[in-house]
Nanobody, 123 residues
Framework: QVQLVESGGGLVQPGGSLRLSCAAS????????IGWFRQAPGKEREGVSC????????YYADSVKGRFTISRDSAKNTVYLQMNSLKPEDTAVYYC????????????????WGQGTQVTVSS
């Protein structure tokens, strides 16, 4: 009954934009640090962005800083990742995640994972 359901992935040309959504059910996102991870073919899963529930502060990987924005809609219990100026190297399976704590999104602290959604950036 506890799950994270992602949507918004797809194929986009370089320079384009996508918005990923992750709707939570069975628990409240406001009590968890929430984040986005991605895994490209042949590479390890990496953290992309994280938002602390304690103060709302955000973290972005250097590779996406200035292009991606994480946000939360508490009323909808949903987290978003707005992705602009997409590059081919952004191609990956993207996962939303909720941590067992309110302050950080370390992989070992993730309590709930989304199923993943494919983002492909190609011309």
């Amino acid at each position: 009954q506890v799950q994270l359901v992602e949507s918004g992935g797809g194929l986009v040309q370089p320079g384009g934009s996508l918005r990923l959504s992750c709707a939570a059910s069975g628990f409240t996102l406001d009590y968890h640090a929430i984040g986005w991870f991605r895994q490209a073919p042949g590479k390890e899963r990496e953290g992309v962005s994280c938002m602390r529930s304690s103060d709302g502060s955000t973290y972005y990987a250097d590779s996406v800083k200035g292009r991606f924005t994480i946000s939360r809609d508490s009323a909808k219990n949903t987290v978003y990742l707005q992705m602009n100026s997409l590059k081919p190297e952004d191609t990956a399976v993207y996962y939303c995640a909720a941590a067992s704590v309110q302050t950080m999104c370390l992989t070992r602290l993730i309590k709930y994972w989304g199923q993943g959604t494919q983002v492909t950036v190609s011309s």
